[in-house]
DNA sequence: CTTTTTATAGCACGGTCGTGCTACGGTTTT
DNA sequence: AAAACCGTAGCACGACCGTGCTATAAAAAG
């Protein structure tokens, strides 16, 4: 059954196995032997994909951001002029909350690799391009109401990324419901209300 | 020199040790050999001390919550009931940020240990008893200010969380400056004002 | 039919880690 | 003086990790 197979759909599959190792048990998890296992493949097979470890997990990464940026953008081309601004900012900036089981382990992922990257060179441009990505959205949704000032910016981006650190490590206590509640709480309160 | 050492003493330099490789290189290089070298021991002197690798762990990040708490608790000693309520909020919440190099270290520690009790049940109860400690501060805090939405309690700390979160991560992008600045819109936009 | 390519798998090596255990010298106690 | 104690250090074992390398068999190319 080799050659059958498409190479791009085995590598997908491999960081699918990736995501699901790491949202399950950290980013510690994540070795070459747990993410065969979990593949259903053997190391060297994995190894056939991506040629070393950290070029697996950087691919990962990679992948990770393409998915936020596919979500956005498919977000932003439901949009319709006459829609209600308030309404949305709101959807779009839930995008980046984890406001179902999917998403809660999509946040998971992001929340590992972007404090592996703080230490681990390998990573830091790739969560630099995403922080970067966040405020310019942020800023793109404040424009759209109104606001201009960059300090609002950087207080949006920092409610919506403490709001999804808040649920990943704390599921149990911070629901759906209570983040949608505090976002919109944030967007009541901007000034060109 | 074996015994006129004091044991207490020895214990805080070397979770004094963890601290300092965590910061610097991530939970992950918390190994007994390196946070062994660095305090300038062998291995089984460590062990001496801490008995096995969660304990060493779970140790130190007791440590870290009693810091914390000092720090809020001396901060509040200082209070003198003449002060402006808004800045006496405004330093308190302070305490939870990285204003300076110290507790840049301090909250990068408090990072790499929040993240890790996502998928550690070793550090669990640690992780939830600090993710408490900050809601009821953030509560007393606003109740100060007369709000008491338990909304808008999660929503400074939902701030606060993601100021740190940032600052620690890109501490090039965000210094002390912008920290204050975010900061003070938020207690600025509170309905209270 | 033969050759080349490729998907999959496995082995072996060097390195690191946590930990059980032992050794030794200085301190305290008897 | 002898015995018990404690701080420090080191060894050895089993486990796991990443990686260089090889083997095999199926598919594709000639």
Redesign the pocket.
């Known amino acids: 059954?080799?050659?059958?197979?498409d190479?791009e759909e085995?590598r997908r599959e491999v960081v699918e196995a990736v995501f699901r190792v790491v949202a399950r048990g950290g980013i510690r998890?994540?070795?070459?032997?747990?993410v065969?296992v979990e593949a259903?493949?053997?190391?060297?097979?994995v190894?056939?994909?991506f040629?070393?470890?950290?070029?697996?997990l950087t691919a990962a990464a990679r992948e990770m951001v393409r998915r936020v940026e596919a979500r956005v953008r498919a977000q932003r081309e439901r949009l319709r002029p006459e829609d209600d601004p308030r309404e949305v900012v709101e959807e779009m900036a839930g995008q980046f909350l984890p406001l179902d089981a999917a998403r809660a382990d999509e946040v998971a992922v992001w929340l590992e690799f972007a404090v592996a990257a703080r230490t681990d060179p390998t990573l830091g441009s790739i969560a630099a391009e995403l922080h970067q990505g966040l405020r310019t959205v942020a800023g793109r949704l404040l424009d759209r109401l109104g606001v201009t000032d960059p300090v609002a910016t950087e207080h949006l981006a920092a409610v919506l990324d403490g709001l999804a650190l808040n649920a990943a490590l704390h599921p149990d206590r911070l629901g759906p419901d209570t983040l949608r509640a505090v976002l919109r709480l944030h967007l009541e309160q901007l000034p060109g209300a």
Chains 1, 2 share one sequence.
């Open positions: 059954m080799p050659k059958i197979v190479p085995r998890q994540a070795t070459l032997q747990n065969a259903g493949l053997a190391v060297g097979s190894r056939h994909y040629a070393s470890h950290p070029e697996l």
